[in-house]
């Protein structure tokens, strides 16, 4: 059975402070790998998408890396703001409709 | 900037209601893509369409859920009859590429529905 497991579930961070959660994925085929910020009560918003070749991808204050070898992806965020309060979710699969969605991480930055 | 559209965005119903749900996708997006999430846990794939074509709807529960795209465009998911365990959130998102590719994904806001 595809899975997605993210750490840790939840996070609490001071603001300004650096932050790195984690994907483990068992999913087969796998092609591609995606993080998206999900603000309570609203639908994801993506962050990043990396194919299996790519190592590492930005986006502003957030970087994901990918390592296919060992089938776990990370994603950093730098400076973290008060905005960055969110759920993260981690998402693998072949495609963008037979991929697997992870339970997500809940980040909640405090002043 | 363009938008995936749905609506209601907040749903009350008594358990063996009917409920509708409707989805506006980006203009353009050949994709489109049903998600139920449940509180807590990450999106589950409901429905799949490319154009007014079903791509996968392995994962709906025929016996009461039923969507359509008639026109290619928007698109609609009805439960008949609601029950507990359908609260939840129903996300509606679309893709300008076509369903086996890596595609972005764009997410509309969700129509949370509780049922009573």
């Known amino acids: 059975k595809n899975q997605v497991e993210q750490s840790p579930q939840s996070l609490i961070i001071l603001e300004g402070k650096n932050c790195t959660l984690q994907?483990?994925?068992?999913?087969?085929?796998?092609?591609?790998l995606r993080w998206y910020k999900q603000d309570t009560g609203r639908g994801p918003v993506s962050l990043t998408i990396?194919?299996?070749?790519?190592n590492t991808k930005s986006n502003g204050r957030y970087t994901a890396t990918l390592d296919a070898d060992t089938k776990q992806s990370s994603l950093h965020i730098t400076a973290s703001q008060l905005s960055d309060s969110a759920s993260y979710i981690c998402?693998?699969?072949?495609?963008?409709?037979?991929?697997?969605f992870g339970d997500g991480t809940t980040l909640t930055v405090k002043p | 900037e363009a938008e995936v559209a749905q609506s209601p965005r907040y749903k009350i119903t008594e358990k063996s209601q009917a409920v509708a749900f409707w989805c506006d996708p980006i203009?353009?997006?050949?994709?489109l893509y049903w998600y139920r999430q449940i509180l807590g846990q990450g999106p589950e794939l409901l429905v799949q369409?490319?154009?007014?074509?079903?791509?996968?709807d392995s994962q709906l529960p025929k016996d009461r859920f039923s969507a359509e795209r008639l026109k290619g465009v928007d698109s609609t998911l009805k439960i008949q009859p609601a029950e507990l365990g359908d609260s939840a959130m129903y996300l509606c998102?679309?893709?300008?590429?076509?369903?086996?590719?890596?595609?972005?994904?764009?997410f509309g806001e969700g129509s949370r529905l509780t049922v009573l």
């Open positions: 998102a679309s893709s300008y590429r076509t369903s086996g590719s890596a595609g972005e994904l764009f």
């Open positions: 990396m194919t299996f070749s790519e």
């Open positions: 203009s353009g997006h050949a994709t």
């Open positions: 998402v693998a699969g072949p495609n963008a409709g037979k991929s697997t």
């Open positions: 994907c483990n994925y068992t999913v087969s085929p796998f092609s591609n």
């Open positions: 369409f490319q154009d007014e074509s079903v791509v996968d």
